[in-house]
């Protein structure tokens, strides 16, 4: 199976903050990576595929970026409703693997 | 817009099987893969396995050999049967649909999940 890991696990940021999250795989599955939020209780939501896709209805705040094993996500100007658990996933094979998430919390 | 909605059982005992259904509606269960997906208390989320409108399936090598999944596209439904559970596959269950383009292959449809217990 692919490993994917995140880092950092939690991070505190205000409204506002330009926030990086990264995901690492444990071999090349080139751009077949996807970025998904999840609020408490809920499903998980689509915001970033192939590495850098923006999902239709999705702010253009949420950006991107990444090849090969390393992958970041950006949030440029952090907002209230962004406060959420972020997972990376990877499309490469089966079976499909998450990262364990990041959870952005309000500093 | 597709809508997925999860149903089965919220209590399971140990040793039984877990079995779900997942409705899907506003679109056909014809093309993309459809996958389960589970999510235990606090953790991440784990890819359970996959079934396309042909029948052909895809599973997670560590539940392979207790699990099942079908699809039944004159209901626009597919399931998901897991024998010989224990606690460790208290979860919540989702189901999702996986689109492919060009640029990926990702899941953009979500139903809302169903938490399953495993318990006497």
């Known amino acids: 199976d692919i490993q994917m890991s995140q880092s950092p696990s939690s991070l505190s940021a205000s409204v506002g903050d330009r926030v990086t999250i990264t995901c690492r795989a444990s071999?090349?599955?080139?751009?077949?990576l996807n970025w998904y939020l999840q609020r408490p209780g809920k499903a998980p939501n689509l915001i970033i595929y192939?590495?850098?896709s923006l999902q239709s209805g999705v702010p253009s705040r949420f950006s991107g970026s990444g090849s090969g094993t390393d992958f970041n996500v950006t949030i440029s100007r952090l907002q209230p409703e962004d406060f959420a658990t972020y997972y990376c996933?990877?499309?490469?094979?089966?079976?499909?693997?998450f990262g364990q998430g990041t959870k952005v919390e309000i500093k | 817009q597709v809508q997925l909605q999860e149903s089965g059982p919220g209590l399971v005992e140990p040793s039984e099987t877990l079995s779900l259904t997942c409705n899907v509606s506003?679109?056909?269960?014809?093309?993309?893969?459809w996958s389960w997906i589970r999510q235990p208390a606090g953790k991440r989320l784990e890819w359970i396995g996959r079934?396309?409108?042909?029948?052909?399936?895809n599973y997670s090598p560590s539940l392979k050999r207790r699990l099942t999944m079908s699809v039944d596209t004159s209901k626009n439904q597919f399931s998901l049967n897991l024998t010989s559970v224990t606690a460790a596959d208290t979860a919540v269950y989702f189901c999702?649909?996986?689109?492919?383009?060009?640029?990926?292959?990702?899941?953009?449809?979500w139903g809302q999940g169903t938490l399953v217990t495993v318990s006497s």
């Open positions: 999702a649909r996986e689109g492919s383009t060009t640029e990926g292959r990702y899941f953009d449809s």
């Open positions: 506003g679109g056909s269960i014809n093309s993309y893969y």
């Open positions: 079934i396309s409108i042909g029948g052909n399936t």
């Open positions: 071999q090349n599955i080139t751009t077949y």
């Open positions: 192939g590495a850098s």
């Open positions: 996933q990877q499309s490469y094979t089966t079976p499909r693997t």
